[in-house]
Every structure is written in structure tokens, then in C-alpha cells.
T-cell receptor, first 112, second 112 residues
């Protein structure tokens, strides 16, 4: 009965490949987010979707493309992976106007 | 712009109280949060405080908010070795997106 689940938990891939990370929430929330945590543990928002509509798009390279097929899912596709994309990517969900944001367990992406 | 600052490291002895401090810049933030991240794990919401409150207590956790100084603290009473983790302070963006702006995290080390 995991609230926010991401797959895969670990992803090791070569430079230049294309990969996707999936996220699902069963909390009935309207808003989902992708955050990136770098090697120094710094967390920064990348994208947010509200009811399948993109509402936040921070200065992220256009190699990163989020897709929300429905409000319970927000996937992150990354094209032409670079070494600097290595990080932990966290999915989160909330209701936008409410208090809490709940995070998934993270996907550790390593680009070699 | 919005910014959240925390000290990077705190070491305490088991049984002592821990106080983790945070300063933020956006005076229009509505909610402020504390998240805990254990090694290799996701972000766990510990507690939050609404900006019109000065204090919130939840079992061993006490949050103090000084809105004038834009200072937030988290006190953990009777700190245990299981409390060893990284603690993130976050402010909620004043807009309606639910975006969180995180501090760089404070690593709490609890010595037996």
C-alpha cells in the first residue's frame, strides 16, 4: 500500500542512452512533482503537473521530458543521458493547496 | 529570490536534545517543513508548521518559528541513534503550485 512508488530504484546506463523513470501515487492527489537530488544532497524541483497539466518547468534541459498519462502517474523520460545527469530523482505528490508533499523512495541514476 | 539555509552538520550524544536550525528568505511562505532522509532512503515528512504559528509540538519533536527573523528550528528531545539522518528544512512557495524550496540538509550524527 505504498503511497508514492517509483521504478526502478536503481538505474545504471551508458552515456547517450535514453531512459525512463516511472512514478505512481495512490493518494488521490492532483499534483505530482519531480525533484533532483545531486551528489551534495541538494534537492531542487524540476517539474510539476496538476491534473495532467504542466505547471512548473524549472530550468531543466529539454532532454528531460515529463509525461503524465493521468493524475496518478508522472513519468520522466531522459534522452541522450550525460554523466552530469547522475543523481537521485524523487517523485512526490500533493494536492497543491494542502500542506504535505509525500515523496517516493527515489531512483538512483548512474550514467557511466 | 527564495533561499533556505541550514548548517551542514550536528553531532550529539544519545539522550541529549538536538536542535537543527534553518533560515529562509521568502516572508510570504505559508508552510515550513522538516523532512528526514535516512541513508539510501526517500524523504519522510516529519512535521510542518503554518506561518501564523510560533510553535508546534509532536511527541519528541518541537518546531519553533520566528517569522520576524525568518528562522525555523527543529528540536528533537532524547535523541536516539535511530535519529541519525539528514534533516531538510523546506519552505512552500507562496504560489499555488505546492513547490518546495529545500535547504541543503543538516546531517545529524548521534553518538552512543
Amino acid at each position: 500500500d505504498t503511497a508514492v512508488s517509483q521504478t526502478p530504484k536503481y538505474l545504471v546506463t551508458q552515456m547517450g542512452n535514453d531512459k525512463s523513470i516511472k512514478c505512481e501515487q495512490n493518494l488521490g492527489h492532483d499534483t505530482m512533482y519531480w525533484y533532483k537530488q545531486d551528489s551534495k544532497k541538494f534537492l531542487k524541483i524540476m517539474f510539476s503537473y496538476n491534473n495532467k497539466e504542466l505547471i512548473i518547468n524549472e530550468t531543466v534541459p529539454n532532454r528531460f521530458s515529463p509525461k503524465s498519462p493521468d493524475k496518478a502517474h508522472l513519468n520522466l523520460h531522459i534522452n541522450s543521458l550525460e554523466l552530469g545527469d547522475s543523481a537521485v530523482y524523487f517523485c512526490a505528490s500533493g494536492t497543491g493547496v494542502a500542506t504535505e508533499a509525500f515523496f517516493g523512495q527515489g531512483t538512483r541514476l548512474t550514467v557511466v | 529570490g527564495e533561499d533556505v539555509e541550514q548548517s551542514l552538520f550536528l553531532s550529539v550524544r544519545e539522550g541529549d536534545s538536538s536542535v537543527i536550525n534553518c533560515t529562509y528568505t521568502d516572508s510570504s511562505s505559508t508552510y515550513l517543513y522538516w523532512y528526514k532522509q535516512e541513508p539510501g532512503a526517500g524523504l519522510q515528512l516529519l512535521t510542518y508548521i503554518f506561518s501564523n504559528m510560533d510553535m508546534k509540538q509532536d511527541q519528541r519533536l518541537t518546531v519553533l518559528l520566528n517569522k520576524k527573523d525568518k528562522h525555523l528550528s527543529l528540536r528533537i528531545a532524547d535523541t536516539q541513534t535511530g535519529d541519525s539522518a539528514i534533516y531538510f528544512c523546506a519552505e512552500r512557495d507562496a504560489g499555488n503550485t505546492g513547490k518546495l524550496i529545500f535547504g541543503q540538509g543538516t546531517t545529524l550524527q548521534v553518538k552512543p
